[in-house]
C-alpha cells in the first residue's frame, strides 16, 4: 500500500508524526520541552551591571555607548595623570638647571644659559654664511666690524680719551669692504690711509675744540684712534681676505671652530678644576688647568677639520690647532688687560651671558692673521 493510501485510510502519516512530536507545542516553554522535569523559574535572574549614575534599585540596561564614554574618562584620567607628572618632572629639572646656572654666575659671573643660546644663534648665522654663499660672509663681517669699532670707541671714550666715533665708523666700512674687493697689495695702502684720516681728525678736532688738553693727551688720543682702526676692521679684513681665496670660505670655518673650541675647552676644564691662576694680575679667573683643556680641545678639533675638511694631513691640524691656540689665549688676555686699564668689566652689556661683541670676538680677531699665512704655507700639501 503506498503512504496516500495509507494517509487515506489512517488519517496522518508516519513522517509528519514523527516531525510533530519533534517540535515542542507552543504553549510549553522551549526549557520544559528540552528538559522535562526542569523547572526554569528556579533560576535566580542575572544582577544588571552598574552603570554610572544609576539609580538605587532599578534596572538599568549597560548600553554600548555608556560603555565607550567610561573607558573615554578613564583615559582621560590618565592623560591628565601622566601630564601633571611630567609637569612635574620638568619643573623639578628646571628647578636644577637654575641652581647649577646659578652657581656657574657665582663663580664666573656670567648666565651660562643665555650664554649657550646666544652663541648657538651667532653660529648657525656664521655658519649658513659660510655654507651656502661665501659673499654673504661679508656684509656679516661688515656688520660685525661696525659693531666693533662702536664699542671699543664708547669703552675708551668712557675712559678719557677723545674718539670720534662717525669718522671711526666711515674708516672702518672701507677698510673693511676693500679687503675683499680690492687686491691684497692694496689693503695695505687702504690701511695706511684709514690710520691717518682718524689720526688727522681728531687733530683737526682738537685744535678746533681748544679745550686745554695736553700734548701727551692728544698724542695719546691719535694713537688710540689708529689702534682701533688695526684692532677691528683691519683683522676682519684679513678674515675677508682668506675668505676670497679658493676655499677660503673652510679656512674661515676652521679657525673659527678652533678659537671657539679652544675657548670653550679652557672655559669648561677651568671651571671643573681651575686651581692655579694663569695671569691673576691680568685675567684672576684664568687657570693653567683652563689653558690645559683649551690645548686639548683645539688640537682635537684641528686634526679634525684638517682631515675631514681642508684635506689635510694631520700633522698640519696639529700645526694649525696650535697656531689658534696661541693667538686666542694672547688675544683674550690681550683684551683683559685693555679692559682692566680702561676700568671695564665688559666692553658693552647687549649680550646677555657674554658681554659685548668684542668680548666674543677677543680670541677670534687676531687668529686671522696665523690662519691667513697657514692658508698659503699649507695649501701645497692639500690632498688632491
Known amino acids: 500500500m503506498s503512504d496516500d493510501t495509507r494517509e487515506d485510510a489512517e488519517g496522518t502519516p508516519p513522517r509528519r508524526e514523527a516531525r510533530d512530536a519533534a517540535v515542542p507545542d507552543a504553549g510549553v516553554p522551549l526549557a520544559d520541552a528540552a528538559f522535562p522535569g526542569f523547572d526554569a523559574s528556579s533560576v535566580p535572574p542575572r544582577p544588571p551591571l552598574p552603570v554610572e549614575g544609576a539609580v538605587p534599585g532599578a534596572i538599568d540596561v549597560v548600553t554600548t555607548e555608556q560603555l565607550d564614554t567610561a573607558d573615554h574618562n578613564a583615559i582621560r584620567e590618565q592623560w591628565r595623570a601622566a601630564r601633571d607628572e611630567l609637569g612635574t618632572h620638568v619643573s623639578h629639572a628646571r628647578d636644577q638647571i637654575d641652581q647649577a646656572n646659578e652657581r656657574i654666575k657665582q663663580r664666573t659671573g656670567r648666565d651660562l644659559v643665555l650664554a649657550i643660546v646666544i652663541g648657538l644663534a651667532f653660529g648657525a648665522a656664521l655658519l649658513a654664511s659660510l655654507l651656502f654663499i661665501k659673499a654673504l660672509f661679508v656684509p656679516f663681517a661688515l656688520a660685525a666690524a661696525l659693531l666693533g669699532v662702536y664699542e671699543l670707541s664708547r669703552a675708551l671714550r668712557s675712559a678719557g680719551r677723545r674718539i670720534d666715533v662717525v669718522p671711526q665708523l666711515i674708516a672702518a666700512a672701507i677698510l673693511v669692504l676693500s679687503a ?27 685744535m678746533i675744540s681748544k679745550d686745554g688738553r695736553t700734548y701727551g693727551d ?10 682701533v682702526q688695526i684692532y677691528v676692521p683691519f683683522l676682519a679684513g684679513v678674515a675677508l681676505i682668506l675668505l676670497k681665496q679658493e676655499g677660503g670660505q673652510w679656512w674661515v670655518l676652521s679657525f673659527v671652530a678652533i678659537a671657539v673650541a679652544a675657548d670653550t675647552g679652557a672655559y669648561a676644564a677651568g ?45 698640519a691640524g ?10 686666542a689665549t694672547l688675544g683674550d688676555l690681550g683684551e683683559s688687560m685693555l679692559k682692566r686699564d680702561i676700568g671695564i668689566k665688559d666692553m658693552s652689556s647687549w649680550l646677555p651671558g657674554h658681554g659685548g661683541l668684542l668680548d666674543r670676538l677677543d680670541s677670534i680677531l687676531p687668529s686671522t692673521v696665523p690662519a691667513l699665512c697657514l692658508y698659503f704655507l699649507l695649501s701645497p700639501w692639500m690632498v688632491l
Open 180 to 206: 675683499y674687493f680690492a687686491e691684497i697689495w692694496l689693503c695695505w695702502i687702504v690701511l695706511f690711509v684709514a690710520v691717518a684720516f682718524v689720526i688727522v681728525w681728531r687733530l683737526i678736532a682738537q
Open 271 to 315: 671651571l671643573a678644576f681651575g686651581r692655579h691662576p694663569m695671569a691673576p694680575k691680568i685675567s684672576p679667573k684664568k687657570t693653567w688647568e683652563g689653558f690645559a683643556g683649551g690645548v686639548a680641545a683645539s688640537l682635537i678639533v684641528g686634526v679634525l677639520l684638517a682631515l675631514f675638511l681642508l684635506e689635510l694631513p694631520w700633522w
Open 318 to 327: 696639529l700645526i694649525f690647532g696650535a697656531a689658534i691656540l696661541l693667538s
Open 218 to 227: 692728544v698724542l695719546s688720543d691719535a694713537v688710540v684712534g689708529g689702534f
